[in-house]
């Protein structure tokens, strides 16, 4: 797969543009510091998305789980996954992490057609893991702190620095240029299902997390921000991504609000 070079440089122009804007957050916050000056905001939103969550996203998610074979909705994610490589890709040579980017490209090769177009996950049976990033990662890398924490509407937990990760991982998928009509369609409900998939996997935990819990925004919050520095290698005192990587980790808690 060849990456457009004009494409790399719209995002590193990015990268300059939100760095003014960012350039006040603190750099490395302590593994349990909470900066949240808009909380009540915040509060209204996460209320929201757990309403939501309980009339749309949950039992959307039940009937995904129930109605449709395990093996069927793997594919189906594996696919979603695949096609977000590409991203991943740009963000890693924009990180400078070349054989990241390297074994993503090979990953995207190998699981487009020995993995039937990403319906099985041929890849990682190679060799060639799945090494996931973003935008958010990227401005982490250039220096830039994670800033307040915020609450979006329908995509959940996230930061300042992410939530702008997050709108330019949009804005500048490598994929949404290139695929057009129904294909962009279908790469769209791809991913919508993916998140149900995920929400049916997870349905144990995130219902405890925002049902049982006495304080579900201040539990959902203390989770995502541990979680995120913890993938950032934050509260190891790593670089950005190398906690990530490791083999003894697990996130029970990975994508509460389809993020």
Not at 63 to 69: D, K, Q
Not at 123 to 148: K, R
Not at 178 to 195: F, I, M, R
Not at 252 to 259: L, M, R
Request: with cysteine; proline share 5%.
């Amino acid at each position: 797969m060849t990456l457009n070079i004009s494409y790399l440089s719209l995002r590193a122009l990015q990268i300059a543009a939100v760095s003014g804007l960012l350039a006040g957050c603190a750099a490395a916050p302590g593994a349990d510091a909470i900066n949240d000056p808009a909380e009540p905001m915040n509060r209204a939103i996460h209320g929201l998305n757990k309403g939501l969550d309980r009339v749309a996203l949950k039992p959307a998610a039940t009937v995904y789980g129930t109605v449709v074979p395990k093996p069927l909705r793997a594919g189906l994610s594996n696919v979603a996954a695949t096609l977000e490589i590409p991203g991943d890709v740009a963000n890693q040579l924009l990180q400078g992490k070349i054989g990241d980017a390297t074994t993503n490209t090979l990953r995207f090769g190998a699981n487009l057609t020995l993995g039937l177009g990403g319906l099985f996950d041929f890849a990682t049976a190679a060799g060639m893991p799945e090494l996931s990033t973003d935008f958010g990662e990227t401005l982490a890398v250039w220096g830039v702190g994670e800033g307040p924490y915020v609450e979006l509407p329908i995509l959940g937990p996230s930061t300042l620095r992410d939530a702008v990760g997050e709108v330019v991982d949009i804005a500048f998928d490598p994929l949404g240029s290139v695929l057009e009509g129904n294909d962009a369609h279908a790469a769209t409900t791809l991913k919508v299902l993916e998140k149900l998939d995920q929400r049916h996997n997870h349905s144990d935990t995130v219902d405890s997390i925002l049902y049982d819990s006495a304080d579900s925004y201040a539990q959902l919050r203390l989770l995502y921000l541990q979680n995120r520095r913890y993938e950032l290698g934050q509260n190891a005192g790593g670089d950005a991504g190398d906690a990530a990587s490791d083999a003894g980790y697990f996130d029970p808690y990975e994508d509460p609000y389809a993020q």
